[in-house]
């Protein structure tokens, strides 16, 4: 019954997002063609600014992509998934003293944690690091039923017209979105584009993903230069 109590709790931390336009242009950081990122350098300032167990996990990070290099996409996509949803779940408010402060994956890693955004925006930058391509990848804003809020997740479409693997935070295994009735989407983006979406599908072209306002915040903070320091600490 404890066990019970405590997922329960855990689950209705589903973050709540508005449905506002937020916005996105894929940062040079993580640009397809994938870049060399300088390991040292990243690593020496995440431990500088996060403390040395910072340092441990960025390290880790990169043990992850030295390995799933070579491996297929669906390989990628379950040790990222897997890599980053041992991470806390915390609210903006508490963490970052802001209702919806999207995080970078840097500061994500840096801190330990965040709350669904952080996770989802993390799996995708990573995953266009691994040389997946931005094509099959959507970030996606859906209601979550079984608590009614609004999460957010990140859809792989293996085809265009497949139906996507969902990436989640909360259902930590990686499942087709026919499979996930408890989420309903409502839109969805990447690097250059957004979509309305209609029940499980890919959705309907609504133009550009620069309309998109949070993303324009977090493209000029990617990287280890503009680093935020959390209000608590999670360790």
């Not at 094509?135 to 804003?141: A, C, E, S």
């Not at 859809?155 to 969902?166: G, N």
Request: proline share 3%; with cysteine.
């Amino acid at each position: 019954m404890v066990g019970r109590l405590y997922q329960l709790k855990k689950i209705t931390k589903v973050c709540q997002l508005k449905l506002t336009v937020l916005a996105l242009s894929v940062s040079c950081l993580y640009a397809a063609p994938v870049q060399k990122l300088d390991s040292v350098h990243i690593t020496q300032t995440i431990e500088s600014q996060y403390g040395e167990r910072a340092g441990k996990r960025i390290r880790a990070w990169f043990k992850m992509l030295d390995e799933a290099k070579g491996l297929q996409d669906n390989d990628k996509i379950l040790m990222v998934n897997n890599f980053f949803n041992l991470f806390h779940f915390v609210d903006d408010i508490k963490l970052w003293g802001n209702k919806n402060y999207w995080a970078t994956p840097m500061e994500f890693i840096g801190v330990s944690g965040g709350d669904c955004e952080d996770f989802s925006i993390a799996k995708y930058f990573t995953l266009l690091q691994l040389g997946v391509s931005e094509d099959k990848l959507r970030i996606t804003m859906v209601k979550a039923t079984s608590v009614n809020q609004y999460h957010m997740v990140l859809a792989y479409y293996e085809t265009p017209s497949s139906i996507p693997l969902v990436l989640d935070n909360l259902d930590k295994q990686i499942k087709p979105a026919t499979q996930r009735k408890d989420l309903l989407p409502v839109y969805s983006f990447n690097g250059r584009q957004l979509w309305l979406n209609k029940e499980k599908g890919r959705g309907v072209l609504a133009g550009s993903s620069s309309k998109l306002a949070k993303w324009n915040d977090l493209k000029h903070r990617l990287g280890v230069e503009r680093l935020n320091q959390p209000k608590i600490k999670l360790e």
